[in-house]
């Protein structure tokens, strides 16, 4: 591939991934209330991390004088994981609740670094399952966690995520939601340049410039603009606001020029209550990693069945693990692969591993420049939360089709997944309903750490809609009648397939055999 051509490509799978990237990290930095110029960093660090870990995932090395690899060997970039984001906010929610985190006299949240050291520690440890989960079999894996479990699970992940990118879109998700007076009683905060109460005209319509933006590329673009559709309604939506004075420039003004990793440092540490949800998220990063990974190989034109495929999984569940790991180490919340730039792939026709390795290249360089991460944290939280919502909502939307591609809806699926998503849904729309359950007060701190785990499971929903959907699909027997109506199903969908084949190539031979009429003269 010519060098120009492959980071022209480069380029645009970097911008296809640059709004997925750095929305964990600041929707997280917020929720830990960190200072500014720690959000600046987390930023950076994160596209620096995410260039790094892609080259690795691309790169693919094999594990010294054994069968396995470290790497899938296509075109797999790595970003940081949106699964992580509602076990991150309801974890610091209750490190403010329980005095981990400190608050102020007037009770709002003060900067909290060790709570999100907290985050990176168990992350760490927790990371230690996706590596082990690399070495089983992809077949035995899925048979733990097939489309049935994960669907509804990273449905409900977007759907909890929707709420934040709504609130953001609103004005801001943080004190100024609720508080009426004090430097939260506008939006973002009374010493904003143009600061509003919550839920303002204004903020809705800034919002709505993005999502219109996003909506007119889809419809009226090139496939460039609707590869890059979101990176596009971001800066719609950016320019609009610095144009109305709502963009605050002393953060940029006041960042350094470069950054890396470990410029800021956190106290780690390992929450107790942290590890089963964490261990949740990682379960989910790997069928996840199993989905887009097969998913790449399709659209690079490459086997999706056998033993080099097989390897590839291997290779990409183990990287995301050891990602995890290092990557929590090197300041970020665990890491995934993305399919975000599969579309790139379909549309440019090139799955050379050359463009990828450009797309890491050019992910690090932004990530290196940090007046480029102030610039993005300087962005109006209502600009922001337009963009998030739309892909939150494209979180879900992929649950639900892996649910619909994946799950045949017999009478046992169909009540596995009633059963399941009743409690999940029922988490998700009413977080606290497990709060006065555990009425313990006294000084055992294991025992307070143990029941506090078990509230974060309880009301993170999709921890709950994952469990509750593997034990039942694990113990509930397959009827006879659901297997003869999954027949049918598969029968019928198979002879519509055939049917449109036969009319494609009689279609096809009536066009060959047509004559010229000039040529018949």
């Avoid at 996003?214 to 610095?242: H, N, Q, W």
């Avoid at 699909?473 to 049917?499: C, F, G, K, Q, W």
Wanted: charged share 10%.
């Amino acid at each position: 591939m010519p060098v120009l051509l492959g980071l022209l490509l480069g380029f645009q799978h970097a911008l296809a991934m640059l709004a997925g990237v750095i929305t964990p990290p600041i929707i997280i930095s917020s929720s830990a209330n960190l200072l500014p110029e720690q959000q600046q960093y987390l930023v950076s660090t994160a596209l620096i991390v995410s260039g790094i870990f892609s080259a690795v995932q691309i790169t693919r090395f094999r594990l010294f004088g054994t069968q396995y690899y470290l790497g899938t060997g296509v075109l797999s970039v790595v970003g940081v994981s949106f699964s992580v984001i509602p076990v991150a906010q309801g974890s610091l929610a209750q490190m403010y609740a329980n005095g981990f985190c400190p608050s102020d006299s007037d009770g709002n949240p003060l900067p909290c670094p060790q709570g999100y050291g907290a985050i990176l520690g168990t992350s760490a440890v927790c990371a230690l399952i996706n590596i082990l989960v690399s070495f089983i079999p992809a077949k035995f894996l899925l048979k733990v966690l097939p489309p049935i479990v994960t669907g509804p699970t990273v449905m409900l992940i977007g759907i909890k995520l929707i709420k934040s990118g709504f609130s953001n879109w609103m004005g801001g998700s943080g004190g100024c939601m609720t508080a009426t007076d004090g430097l939260f009683a506008l939006c973002p905060n009374i010493n904003a340049p143009h600061p509003l109460p919550w839920g303002s005209a204004e903020f809705l319509g800034l919002g709505f410039s993005v999502f219109v933006a996003i909506i007119l590329c889809e419809r009226f673009g090139s496939p460039i603009m609707k590869s890059t559709s979101v990176v596009i309604g971001l800066l719609v939506g950016c320019i609009i606001a610095a144009a109305c004075g709502y963009f605050d420039r002393s953060g940029i003004d006041s960042a350094p020029v470069a950054s890396f990793a470990w410029v800021h440092t956190f106290p780690l540490s390992v929450y107790g209550p942290l590890v089963l949800p964490l261990i949740a998220v990682y379960l989910v990063c790997a069928t996840e990693a199993i989905g887009d990974v097969t998913a790449t190989c399709d659209v690079s034109k490459l086997e999706v069945t056998g033993k080099t495929y097989e390897s590839r999984i291997q290779g990409g569940i183990l990287s995301d693990g050891i990602a995890g790991c290092i990557g929590a180490l090197m300041t970020m919340t665990p890491m995934s692969v993305f399919a975000q730039n599969n579309g790139v792939i379909v549309l440019t026709r090139c799955a050379n591993r050359k463009a990828g390795l450009a797309c890491a290249m050019f992910l690090v360089i932004m990530g290196i420049f940090a007046k480029f991460a102030a610039a993005l944290i300087a962005i109006p939280s209502a600009v922001l939360g337009g963009m998030t919502t739309f892909l939150f909502s494209a979180v879900a939307v992929s649950g639900m089709s892996i649910i619909v591609r994946g799950v045949p809806f017999t009478r046992r699926n169909r009540f596995i997944l009633t059963a399941g998503l009743a409690l999940g849904y029922g988490a998700t729309l009413l977080p606290n309903y497990f709060d006065k359950i555990f009425t313990y007060k006294g000084d055992n701190r294991s025992l307070q750490g143990f029941l506090d785990a078990i509230v974060l499971v309880m009301e993170t929903g999709f921890a709950v809609a994952a469990i509750i959907c593997v034990i039942l699909n694990l113990t509930l027997p397959e009827e006879l009648e659901d297997d003869i109506d999954a027949a049918r199903s598969a029968t019928n969908v198979m002879i519509h397939e055939d049917t449109e084949q036969q009319n494609k190539a009689i279609a096809g031979s009536s066009r060959e055999h047509s004559i010229d009429p000039q040529k018949q003269s």
